[in-house]
């Protein structure tokens, strides 16, 4: 910091990594748009009052407060992968003095140790079929609840599947996203028959059908032959197509912008899939998809398009290119607010948009 800028009476973080010195006498400085005025790069003009002054750290305060607090939030969540990306966070913030206390375990693990001490030994069953039965995602097991439970467990945790199990009612809150970004959410429910048994019932409550049976039939493969599930088809192929197109990436962002829901997350769903191939980042970027990805996170009802749209960030974070253009266009900002919205009431349904979020924010701080 040279020495006119030590009469600057106060100092204050930016978006764009350096750090804005506020000069009293200059109006651009004082006026409280100056932040939106720097973040479009539109500062260089006031250069002549030092506005902007480079503090010789590598990330600025702005991005290091918020990322701290993000953070912290993460690092208590019940969940192995997101606790374990929020500790590289950590350590890329250079917070390594242990005052963020981490969650020991995640559901699966929690669960492994209930079982192992006896915790549902004593599990009293609902008495008898229930009312409605899915015939065709239903099954009867010899009655082995601390069997069955592990074999339950096992399978979610082979399979992908968030899950959490609510004892007073036995019966498991589950939430599992398909290769194709589609998200499906179901329960299993158990009940006691008179003759002894077990019944097993799947219920679909959101979600598509054929990835609702697929999970059904490795459940029959795990828990009555006691088979290892076959391992699932990937619907999208390892090569993901570079699109030498511009009118292909237009259609898409006219999908994203649609007024239609579905049109919009059929746009995005695509998109996350593109995302994958590096190759594809700056046509994107130049279509003006970046905006639109900022846009979803904040503003858009329907969950899946976020979940869609942090993950198309996740998917292109570390790209010098991308992460200059998303801070540009306020992604930090939004994916901080999105993650801050999902942990002020943990849903097992938005853990996998937690793990993406926490996956993008790891990346657009590499270059920072």
């Known amino acids: 910091m040279n020495e006119e800028s ?24 004082t006026e409280n748009d ?3 005025i720097h973040y479009s790069n539109e500062c260089d003009s006031l250069t002549s009052c030092n506005c902007c002054v480079e503090d010789g750290d590598s990330l600025c305060r ?10 912290r939030n993460l690092s208590g969540v019940s969940d192995n992968q997101v606790k374990t990306i929020a500790k590289k966070i950590r350590n890329s913030l250079g917070d390594n003095n242990g005052d963020v206390k981490i969650a020991e375990d995640d559901r699966y693990n929690t669960f492994k140790k209930k079982l192992k001490n006896g ?26 609840i601390v069997w069955l439970l592990t074999a339950l467990t096992s399978l979610f945790n082979q399979e992908g599947v968030d899950f959490e199990f609510i004892k007073d009612n036995c019966y498991f809150k589950c939430s599992y996203v398909h290769s194709n970004y ?18 097993i019932e799947y219920q679909r409550r959101s979600g598509e059908v054929i990835q609702f049976m697929e999970l059904f039939s490795d459940a029959i493969k795990q828990i009555r ?14 090569e993901i197509p570079t699109i030498v197109s511009e009118n292909i990436f237009q259609c898409l962002r006219n999908m994203m912008d649609s007024d239609f829901t579905d049109i919009r997350f059929e746009g995005i769903r695509y998109i996350a899939f593109l995302s994958i191939n590096s190759n594809n980042v700056e046509p994107m970027i130049e279509q003006g998809i970046v905006a639109l990805l900022t846009k979803m996170m904040e503003e858009d009802e329907e969950k899946s398009i976020r ?11 570390g790209n ?49």
């Open 119 to 144: 915790y549902f030994n004593d599990l009293s069953l609902p008495e008898g079929e229930p009312r409605f039965l899915e015939k065709h995602s239903s099954l009867v097991i010899q009655n082995n």
């Open 225 to 238: 032959d006691r088979e290892q599930p076959v391992p699932k088809e990937v619907q999208w192929k390892s």
């Open 62 to 71: 702005f991005h290091k407060e918020m990322l701290k607090e993000i953070n």
């Open 34 to 36: 100056h932040l939106k």
């Open 307 to 317: 979940r869609c749209a942090v993950t198309t960030v996740a998917n292109l974070a």
């Open 182 to 199: 589609y998200q499906l959410n179901f329960h299993v429910y158990l009940y006691l028959l008179p003759d002894d048994t077990i019944l």
């Open 320 to 368: 010098e290119y991308f992460n200059t253009e998303i801070i540009k266009k306020g992604g930090l900002s939004s994916i901080c607010q999105f993650v801050n919205s999902l942990i002020e009431k943990i849903e097992i349904y938005e853990m996998e948009s937690l793990r993406e979020a926490a996956r993008a924010l790891l990346g657009l701080i590499q270059n920072f």
């Open 6 to 29: 030590n009469n600057l009476s106060e100092i204050r973080p930016s978006l764009c990594g350096k750090t804005i010195s506020i000069n009293p006498e200059c109006k651009a400085c």
